[in-house]
């Protein structure tokens, strides 16, 4: 008995967070209008996608502001997680705790405290607010990845390499970078993913000048039942599930 | 520790973070209690004098409403999702380590893909016309379908997918940390498996519990786009109030004040999750 | 050490931009309120894009143009009736200068030169109609020819009102036999008080398409725009429209160039290309709303130019109100039930 009910009750969970995705993905070969009945196997909402040049170019914007953000935001927190792994400096708890109020506080709250500061200093909606909002959002998964890599790595290396005069800047570059090189790439990777997802803080951080993809999604939910969502959302879901296999396979490979 | 001057390399790194933070973390927020305490204003977006006005206002009885109903979605969007979560974490503790590996990446799978997409995909399941209720009519368990989309329920099924996982991963984490000789000498003294569970799993596990309604309860009262597209625009949540006063409604020190509520409960939750972690060190288990 | 980090990022910003083309048009509408031909069109004719944008309501809009005012982000708005004088008085927009406009004669007497917008200074209209009841005869027994009927026991839990607060209050104000533009409070307290007896029923509110409500089988019964109606009427049949017998609501939606508009010149010349009698009929024929451009009135395909959901008789606008502008002091009362309208359970 032991054996089979925890199987059971896995397996009845996984069906429940599975049956809405499958419906998804199966209906986006639907060739009726309906979303609920089949009318037979068709590509045309792939089709009727690609050939939206509003849709097309939200893609790309989104694609490149996933992209631009993922980066900074793994510069910038890999840094943060070196600052705080190896550098003693008064506020040292302050800004630890100011990275676990990004992560923690709500959505909501990170937007509209940004939307009030982009104002406040006349910064232009567009790529640029959301570039920042999205690297502040990002950042503290990154620290904590990197930091995670970093809890159980040999100190004496980094000393053996300044025992041979390295400077604090090559040391970093030599010794360091590679040691956290797979949870930069994971971080980085779970930043693209975060930024791509994104609606809250998007929607009030973005301007008309740059539109992404959330928000078009959004703008199409609301007005009802579109089979392009199906197929915009299948080939969203084939993208996500292949960056998470390479990030996992990243991570596993490290570890040998 | 050698000098700062010898360390250029560490000044740069501080600056940068240091710089990070202040301007786009501690300085936004500063600018949300500051707006909070301001005068809505019809032509600018804020004006002195300096008051509680918008304080005041949320402890109006209609306010107050959308909040506690808010909040009674987003606890028994928790509730469900610690009794969904907290046994399958365990179940997942049960099955071989490489099983698990791949069963923790099938959580994880949902997560990486866009949560309005998936939210639209409930929509399709729940409708009147939808799958569920032509499935059930097709078996003949129902004459009538179901009216469950724009429901009360259809918002708090939307938030139970969307966070489902923030609850069950932290709850692996204890489980998985939870040493099978405890709950052998738990037994060798005599304790029965409820006795087991109530004395021995429970507190162990609580720090796991606390940090799931964390990262549940909060996001659940947020996620403004569940109620547009599964509750027709009524069973708010915080997040619409919110978002409805900075877009729409434009009185900004009202949503300033509201969300700073929200930071408080987070504040709040946080607080309680150290106090039970430090609890159970202190046990010195 | 602020401006460092946002020198860096306005570095990487910069690059981010590159692709910003000066021949833009950033156009503010309404959702599903212009055929995507019109806008290809457009573009093929004079090479610019158009970047649609679309909000739900005119308060959604006028919050997004004020909070994006510095940024230029809008070429064009298309506000209804009392938004126009609204936005004309707290100077938010820009004169449109009518040399650069070709085809304002076309444009009914009946409808240039209002009160919200004397010799329309600001603003040249683009489409009006009416807000009234659909219903889903399939699923409905019975007659529904009045406002009050929505209030009917056996249409618990199936009605549908559009998200839009002068719209639901027009209602609730024309049941009660007052004007729909009232301004007293009284009244609309009133009004609330009878809408609040509604919300039992009310299913949901929808302003970005209020037709798919219907046609997903979620409402059978409530308030729709005209246009609608006959766009979910190709899809289904049964759907029809009825002017109620309180009246219908009238509405008048207008072009207007934000104060700060980037790009002005291609907003005179999209308007001059929508003012075109040709362009407008196909406006009218495709989304269902009447064209108040009476040189396209003559194009119309007969089918479209005698469907009473599009062009009501004079019988059907017998009791029709047209919305006008209430003043900002009236609009926070509104505000007010409205929110305690939509959060009442």
């Known amino acids: 008995m032991s054996r089979w009910l925890p199987r059971t009750y896995l397996t009845l969970v996984y069906v429940l967070l599975y049956v809405p995705i499958i419906v998804l993905v199966v209906f986006s070969f639907n060739d009726s209008r309906s979303g609920y009945e089949w009318g037979g196997l068709s590509l045309r909402w792939y089709e009727a996608l690609f050939n939206n040049r509003a849709m097309v170019q939200a893609m790309w914007n989104s694609l490149w502001l996933a992209l631009s953000a993922a980066t900074v935001s793994t510069m910038i927190g890999a840094l943060t997680a070196l600052a705080l792994h190896r550098y003693r400096f008064r506020g040292k708890k302050l800004l630890n705790g100011m990275l676990f109020i990004v992560m923690m506080s709500p959505e909501i709250v990170l937007a509209i405290s940004l939307l009030a500061l982009f104002l406040l200093v006349g910064l232009k909606l567009g790529y640029v607010s959301l570039l920042l909002a999205h690297v502040t959002f990002c950042l503290p998964f990154v620290v904590i990845t990197v930091m995670a890599r970093l809890s159980g790595f040999d100190e004496r290396l980094p000393e053996a390499a300044r025992d041979l005069g390295a400077s604090d800047f090559t040391m970093t570059r030599t010794v360091l970078i590679p040691v956290i090189m797979p949870a930069l790439v994971a971080g980085w990777l779970l930043g693209f993913t975060l930024s791509l997802d994104d609606v809250v803080v998007s929607t009030f951080v973005s301007g008309p000048s740059y539109e992404i993809l959330p928000l078009r999604i959004y703008s199409m939910v609301r007005v009802g039942l579109k089979p392009e969502v199906n197929a915009l959302g299948t080939l969203l879901l084939v993208f996500s599930l292949f960056m998470l296999i390479l990030s996992q396979w990243i991570l596993l490979r490290s570890r040998r | 520790m050698s000098s700062v001057t010898q360390q250029p390399f560490r000044t740069a790194v501080l600056v940068l973070v240091w710089g990070w933070l202040l301007f786009l973390v501690l300085t936004p927020n500063l600018l949300v209690v500051g707006a909070s305490v301001m005068t809505r204003d019809p032509g600018s977006f804020l004006s002195l004098p300096l008051n509680l006005d918008a304080y005041r206002q949320l402890m109006n009885p209609l306010y107050l409403d959308v909040f506690l109903h808010s909040l009674y979605m987003a606890a028994m969007t928790t509730l469900i999702c610690l009794l969904i979560g907290y046994p399958f974490a365990w179940a997942l503790t049960k099955v071989g380590k490489q099983r698990q590996m791949l069963l923790i990446f099938l959580l994880i799978v949902p997560f990486w893909t866009n949560s309005l997409v998936r939210t639209y995909a409930l929509k399709l399941l729940l409708a009147t016309n939808g799958l569920l209720n032509n499935a059930l009519m097709s078996l003949g368990i129902i004459e009538e379908p179901l009216r469950m989309l724009y429901t009360e329920g259809a918002v708090i099924v939307g938030l139970v997918y969307l966070l489902l996982p923030f609850m069950i991963l932290p709850l692996y984490a204890v489980f998985d940390d939870l040493r099978e000789d405890l709950l052998r000498a738990s037994h060798d003294l005599g304790a029965g498996r409820l006795a087991t569970f109530v004395h021995v799993i429970v507190p162990l596990t609580l720090p796991g519990v606390l940090a799931g309604v964390m990262l549940v309860l909060l996001p659940a009262m947020g996620l403004f786009f569940v109620p547009d597209i599964l509750g027709g625009s009524r069973n708010l949540l915080v997040g619409n109030v919110i978002k409805n006063q900075f877009l729409d409604a434009r009185n900004w020190p009202f949503g300033a004040a509201a969300s700073i509520v929200l930071t408080l409960a987070m504040a709040f939750l946080m607080f309680a999750h150290r106090l039970s972690k430090r609890r159970i060190g202190e046990d010195g288990v | ?345």
């Open chain 3, 1 to 345: 050490m602020k401006k460092l980090a946002l020198a860096g990022m306005l570095a990487i910003g910069l690059t981010g931009c590159s692709s910003e083309d000066p021949q833009v048009l950033n156009l503010y509408n309404w959702s599903e309120y212009m055929p995507q031909e019109v806008l290809d069109r457009f573009t093929e004719e004079t090479g610019i894009q158009v970047v649609y944008t679309t909000y739900d309501s005119n308060e959604a809009m006028y919050a997004r143009l004020k909070l994006l005012d510095e940024s230029a982000a809008y070429d064009l708005a298309v506000p209804s009736t009392y938004y126009v004088s609204k936005m004309r008085q707290e100077d938010l927009l820009m004169p449109i200068d009518r040399s650069k406009i070709e085809g304002f004669g076309n444009l009914d007497d009946d409808l240039v030169n209002l009160d919200i917008d004397p010799d329309n200074q600001y603003s040249i209209p683009y489409l009006w109609g009416t807000t009234g009841i659909a219903v889903d005869t399939d699923d409905v027994e019975g007659e529904v020819t009045a406002w009050a009927d929505l209030w009917d026991e056996r249409f618990q839990g199936r009605v549908m009102l559009t998200n839009d607060m002068r719209e639901v209050f027009h209602v609730g104000l024309r049941v009660l036999g007052y004007s729909g533009n009232s301004t007293d409070p009284q009244e609309i307290e009133e009004a609330y008080e009878k809408l609040a007896e509604l919300m039992p029923s009310v299913r949901t509110f929808n302003s970005d398409a209020p037709r798919m409500p219907y046609l997903e089988g979620e409402a059978d019964v409530g308030m729709i725009w005209n246009g609608e109606a006959v766009m979910g009427k190709e899809t289904m049949p049964s759907l029809e429209y009825v002017y109620p017998e309180e009246g219908i609501i009238a509405w008048l939606d207008s072009f207007v160039i934000p104060k700060n508009a980037r790009n002005p010149e291609a907003a005179h010349q999209f308007i001059s290309f929508v003012l075109q009698p040709e362009i407008a009929a196909l406006i009218s024929e495709d989304i269902g709303y009447a064209t108040p451009n009476q040189a396209a009135l003559e194009l119309l395909d007969e089918s479209v130019a005698n469907d009473r959901a599009s062009y009501p008789t004079d019988a059907d606008m017998e009791n029709a109100e047209f919305q006008a502008d209430i003043g900002d002091d009236a609009l926070q009362i509104y505000a007010k039930f409205w929110e305690m309208l939509k959060s009442g359970r």
